[in-house]
């Protein structure tokens, strides 16, 4: 499968929000920290953020940031879900549902401009890689590929927002039925 650009934008963005996950971390008290899901020397990290002031905080906040991108996020997510209904799980689930779906209208556009070419028409069972990906990610909760994939070239015929929001409202309820299935599984 190719790598997928992320603009650089994008990964600041993608930055801001693991920051403030570290910042929603550092505001924990001793005892919730010392039960987060993850190794002591991150944990201790943490710990000495609460006791910081000012700038000293915000400098630390960010190293904090820095180490979290290192590693899964999920289990932490989780945790803070857990213990104060946290809505950063559920902002971070909303942005990569909207990079997926510019992924794949991308690449749509990246198709009619390679229409022209006889050689570039795919076969009919072609997907694109992000719709294969999408796919991939929601397995078990059966979302309708080609329709997915037929909004995004749609969209790139046209232009019409319609089709962005028909895409995206697809992979939300594939997400919603994932999420489902999950937690009737862990049930």
């Avoid at 987060?36 to 906040?61: F, H, M, N, T, Y």
């Amino acid at each position: 499968m190719q790598e997928e650009h992320v603009s650089r934008t994008e990964l600041k963005r993608q930055a801001k929000q693991v920051e403030e996950l570290a910042g929603e971390l550092a505001n924990l008290s001793a005892a919730e920290i010392r039960r987060l899901p993850c190794d002591e020397e991150l944990r201790q990290e943490i710990l000495q953020a609460g006791s910081l002031k000012s700038g000293a905080r915000k400098r630390q906040v960010k190293f904090i940031g820095k180490e979290l991108r290192k590693i899964p996020l999920a289990a932490l997510l989780a945790f803070l879900e857990k213990r104060q209904g946290s809505s950063l799980k559920k902002n971070m689930a909303f942005h990569e549902l909207e990079r997926l779906r510019d992924a794949m209208i991308q690449e749509a556009m990246d198709f009619f401009h390679h229409a022209n070419d006889p050689d570039f028409w795919p076969a009919a069972d072609w997907l694109s890689p992000t719709v294969r990906q999408a796919g991939e990610r929601f397995i078990g909760s059966h979302p309708d590929l080609r329709a997915i994939q037929q909004s995004a070239l749609r969209f790139a015929r046209t232009r019409k927002p319609t089709y962005k929001r028909e895409i995206f409202r697809a992979l939300q309820s594939a997400q919603e039925r994932a999420a489902y299935q999950n937690a009737i599984r862990e049930a």
